[in-house]
């Protein structure tokens, strides 16, 4: 996502992938390194207040996010290392200020250990020295051991993440229902609730089935007025989650193949984008990349 402010966007090529930048200031080159599921966006304070400190501030996409490259592998610590190392040689430094936050923090500590003299000085925020997080999952399994694997297997599984944020079949948003607030998330998509969701997001990302509607047969139905309602408040619309196997397709862009073969999904695709989305979340970029492609070149 390519938000104007008062820095500049570029692609670099490093690693043997193109890597999406946002540069702000001039001066000693500092690496920000984002975490997990977020993208550049999470620095942008910091990329304003950095510049006027007087430094060159760099903020990255990592290899599957945002605008940068999305191969089908190369997200082990190694290789993401390796992207981070090679972006600094590509922005024309021998050595940054690197910092990291999350899964980020865990880059930047294993770039540091690997390529040392790329690393001008280290700044970890939310996340332990790899050794140390692999010490403490050994020794006490049932919390540190049990509360990394959870998090992280967790987000393995096909749609449970989508699935946890819903406490009940009407899809009641989890913090919503903790707060005893009743409202569901059909609640929050009137254009009443859209224009509140304005004062503190930017977009948001529906079930797409509430973007288009599903026929009781399974056939895509009619486009619902979501799209419009959310532009009308100055929301983005992003709706999840787009998968090309046959079991994740509506009926009629289905092969004739089995549930795990790939359908149609081009055609879901260029239906969506037709409302007027912003952008998808999928399971499948490269498809999405050259959906969003060919709809922006029709």
């Not at 929050?188 to 079930?207: C, H, M, S, V």
């Not at 973007?211 to 009619?222: K, M, Q």
């Amino acid at each position: 996502m390519r938000v104007p402010g008062p820095w500049s966007h570029r692609e670099v090529s490093a690693n043997g992938i193109r890597q999406h930048v946002v540069e702000c200031g001039d001066g000693p080159l500092v690496v920000l390194l984002h975490g997990f599921p977020e993208f550049w966006w999470t620095w942008r304070h910091q990329l304003v207040a950095l510049a006027e400190g007087g430094f060159r501030a760099v903020a990255v996409d990592l290899r599957g996010y945002g605008d940068t490259d999305k191969p089908p592998r190369g997200y082990d610590l190694w290789t993401l290392a390796g992207d981070a190392a090679g972006l600094i040689g590509a922005l024309g430094d021998t050595r940054a200020h690197v910092v990291g936050h999350d899964w980020g923090g865990l880059i930047a500590w294993t770039m540091t250990a690997l390529q040392p003299r790329r690393v001008r000085s280290l700044t970890v925020l939310g996340a332990p020295h790899p050794l140390a997080v692999r010490s403490q999952f050994v020794r006490d399994l049932r919390g540190q051991g049990r509360a990394t694997a959870s998090y992280a297997l967790a987000f393995q599984v096909p749609r449970w993440p989508e699935r946890a944020l819903r406490v009940d079949d009407e899809g009641a948003p989890a913090d919503l229902a903790a707060a005893g607030d009743t409202r569901t998330y059909l609640d929050l998509l009137t254009p009443e609730a859209l224009a509140d969701i304005a004062t503190f997001a930017d977009g948001i990302g529906p079930y797409k089935d509430l973007v288009i509607a599903r026929n009781a047969d399974g056939t895509l139905g009619s486009t619902t007025s979501l799209v419009a309602d959310a532009h009308a408040a100055g929301l983005l619309v992003h709706p999840y989650t787009f998968r090309n196997e046959n079991q994740f397709l509506p009926v009629g862009l289905r092969t004739a193949g089995g549930p795990t073969d790939y359908g149609d999904a081009f055609a879901e695709y260029a239906a969506f984008y037709a409302t007027g989305i912003d952008g998808v979340f999928a399971d499948n970029p490269d498809t999405a990349v050259a959906a969003r492609a060919l709809h922006r070149a029709a």
